[in-house]
């Protein structure tokens, strides 16, 4: 009669779908020149060699952080935890080449450009300007990931499908 003391569960095969933040060359996680992304020491993904400055949102979701050095947001997805990282070592220049255009709290889509990065900065400071997309709880919520991309790709081109348990 009443449904106060069901509990409510998640529809399972929930799929978050999973764009390119730019651009450029696809490159898997493995290939990514920073051991700590590589050996997927902060879970799987991929990075974007970008063709291009703007720089948009991998997934629909909330940011959920800005990183004070701007080099860095967290986005959460249907409970995906999505890192994207600009840049290899950029945390040191302390957000110069980085401007962030979204805050915590807001709404993206792949379709909203999240940040414009000033790629001949980056090259000026012999950083490497791999934008790299990792799902940081990966190791508990991801059950496969369905690997589209390769190669050369489109901005907000579906790169990915990451079916969750």
Known sequence: MFN???KKTEPKNKVV?????????F????????PVFSKKMMGDGFAILPDSAAIYSPVTGKVVSVFPTQHALGIESDGLDVL????IDTVELNGEPFDISVQENQSVTSSTQVATVDLVALDNAGKNNAMIVVFTNS????DHIEWIADGQVQANALVAKVHLK
Do not use: R, S
Not at 84 to 87: A, D, Q
Not at 139 to 142: A, C, P, Q, Y
């Open 4 to 6: 106060f003391f069901k």
């Open 17 to 25: 779908e999973i764009y390119a933040v730019a651009p450029g060359q």
């Open 27 to 34: 490159v898997p996680i493995d290939q990514v020149e920073d």
């Open 84 to 87: 994207l990282h600009m840049g």
């Open 139 to 142: 190791d508990t919520v991801v």
